[in-house]
């Protein structure tokens, strides 16, 4: 068991005849971003098209797309994507796929294509979208899929089995074994059984809480909490999630009216979400419960709960505007501020300024760490090894988690029995090919970040996130001069500029002369010089002093315009 040095391995042969291809172009070593496609016979299936959300080294991007690159010049081989639930992290990046070909037909369940469907309305798109439900059996192209109700924390939630000639694969999608789902929808270990008899020649198994000893708390235990909190809330409860979590929503509308309380849903996500979970009979709305966020306002703070969207510190959601007073509704004392969720990796400083900034405010801030108002939708490792010692699969492939997620997976696959050579653990852009019972990598294709910046995709590179980076850390320092190439003189400048720099303008006074200098030099043993190559002499001298006298590297940006 060894990870897939990507560097080291060779592009992948051609496909051979009754082989079957995987590769990840997303979901493995990050929590987001999933995205799997299958390949047999010369044609694709894609499971999964979502989005990651990017980190605070990452400035401006709003979401990372799977890289559809090795996808490009054979999307009309592609027989349909199968969505196996309605979270971000897994449809988020359809409609980018699909401006590439809007007629990839969607497989999914009924809350799942509606979430899509919604998503797509947006972006202008009419999908061709087929709904499938558990037990059910679609034949696409050379690929039999067969469907498996899995819980989660987003409701219809579905496992796919693939049967193929070269042999089957079970991809979980998310899951856990919850065994007092609010909705009493099980994993349904019998179905698992079946085909672990019939035979698993690998499995793609989520790997987010492998690391997690035991089993995952019932989402049944949220409920007592958040009645005890309501219980005891004197003003305002403000209550926020993701939006797709319609079992968390379900909780709070059913705990508000216990209490007397009417929920408005904050964010527009939220209101879209909840509309369609509504409409569909996802989500049981107490008669009167719900009102319009504009009518809310009409009503004594201990009558209300607002339901909204940020729990992750996203900067333009409702509760961080909250948090720092941009949003229309203000937070202040004897409020309570629930956040029931937990904490995608990466997001931790984002949440914990939120945090701070509601309890500057006065409010009372109710997290995971400080009571009961979130389970993971999961699987730990005491559900994992159930899976395993249920399918007894001939080769696993853990997915969906950092590295640490991964090796644990790797480490229970090994200790049910799985032989460390039947254990991959891939990258991103890996090639997996199956053939004969054995699945083993193959090669690597490019799978890079693809960042979405307001309407550029693709387009921001990791040298511009570096740009931005020392922008926001370093500041930056303009350098203006204006020269005469044909006498070899300075005409004016050179003229400093620094923003984002602490020390006041007079500490540049030092560095122009020798700027001067330099110029002037350059000018004198090469008349011939472009502009280009004597901004290098400038950022060259002023990057050098800058390092040295203010023990910072800001961007510098020389100008040296022609008399």
Request: aromatic residues 4%; hydrophobic residues 45%; proline residues 5%.
């Amino acid at each position: 068991m060894t990870f897939d040095a990507a560097s080291g391995l060779r592009t992948p042969v051609p496909l051979a005849p009754g082989t079957l291809r995987i590769v990840p172009l997303g979901g493995i070593g990050e929590i987001g971003r999933n995205m799997t496609v299958f390949e047999i016979d010369r044609k694709l299936l894609i499971v999964d098209c979502g989005v990651l959300f990017p980190e605070e080294d990452q400035p401006g991007v709003d979401v990372i797309l799977p890289d559809f690159s090795y996808l490009a010049h054979r999307l009309q081989d592609v027989v349909g994507v199968v969505l196996t639930h309605g979270h971000e992290d897994h449809i988020g990046a359809v409609p980018y796929l699909l401006r590439l070909r809007p007629e990839l037909p969607l497989i999914g369940s009924r809350l799942t294509l509606a979430l899509v469907e919604a998503k797509l309305a947006e972006h202008g798109i009419a999908p061709v979208l087929r709904t499938v439900t558990e037990g059910q059996v679609a034949q696409l192209g050379p690929f039999e899929c067969e469907f498996v109700a899995v819980n989660h924390s987003i409701p219809d939630a579905l496992a796919v089995f693939l049967r193929t000639a070269a042999g089957t694969v079970l991809h979980t999608g998310d899951f856990k074994m919850d065994q007092l789902p609010l909705d009493g929808r099980l994993t349904d270990l019998r179905h698992l059984a079946r085909l672990g008899e019939e035979g698993v020649d690998l499995f793609l198994v989520d790997s987010t809480n492998a690391d997690v000893p035991g089993f995952t708390t019932s989402e049944s235990e949220i409920g007592p909490t958040l009645e005890a909190l309501f219980a005891k809330a004197g003003r305002r409860i403000i209550v926020a999630s993701f939006s797709s979590h319609i079992h968390r929503v379900q909780q709070v509308l059913n705990a508000a009216a216990a209490h007397g309380r009417k929920v408005a849903y904050v964010g527009r996500s939220m209101v879209r979400n909840m509309e369609i979970a509504d409409r569909l009979g996802y989500l049981h709305v107490p008669g009167g419960v719900v009102v319009d966020v504009k009518d809310a306002a009409g009503l004594p703070d201990e009558q209300l709960v607002l339901m909204s969207t940020g729990s992750q510190g996203e900067p333009m959601a409702a509760l961080s505007r909250m948090a720092t007073g941009a949003h229309k509704i203000s937070v202040g004392p004897q409020d309570t501020v629930i956040l029931a969720s937990s904490l995608i990796p990466g997001n931790e400083n984002a949440v914990y300024k939120i945090i701070n900034g509601l309890l500057k405010r006065g409010a009372q801030v109710i997290h995971k760490g400080t009571a009961k108002v979130h389970v993971s939708g999961h699987a730990a490792a005491g559900e994992l090894l159930y899976c395993y010692n249920i399918l007894k699969p001939r080769n696993v492939m853990p997915v969906h988690g950092e590295t640490r997620h991964l090796l644990a997976n790797a480490e229970l696959a090994m200790a049910s029995g799985v032989p460390a050579e039947r254990v991959i653990l891939s990258e991103d852009g890996s090639v997996i090919d199956l053939a004969g019972g054995v699945a083993r990598i193959t090669g690597q294709v490019e799978c890079a970040l693809v960042y979405v910046d307001g309407q550029s995709v693709g387009q921001v590179t990791e040298d511009d996130l570096k740009d931005r980076r020392v922008l926001a850390g370093e500041g930056f320092i303009s350098v203006i001069t204006v020269v005469n190439r044909a006498t070899g003189q300075i005409v004016t400048g050179p003229d400093i500029h620094a923003r984002g720099v602490a020390e006041g303008e007079d500490v540049f006074n030092q560095i122009l002369p020798p700027v001067a200098a330099a110029l002037q030099e350059a000018l004198v043993a090469n008349p011939g010089h472009t502009t280009g190559q004597l901004q290098q002499v400038v950022r060259r001298v002023v990057g050098t002093w800058a390092n040295r006298t203010l023990r910072r590297k800001p961007m510098i940006i020389p100008v040296v315009l022609e008399a």
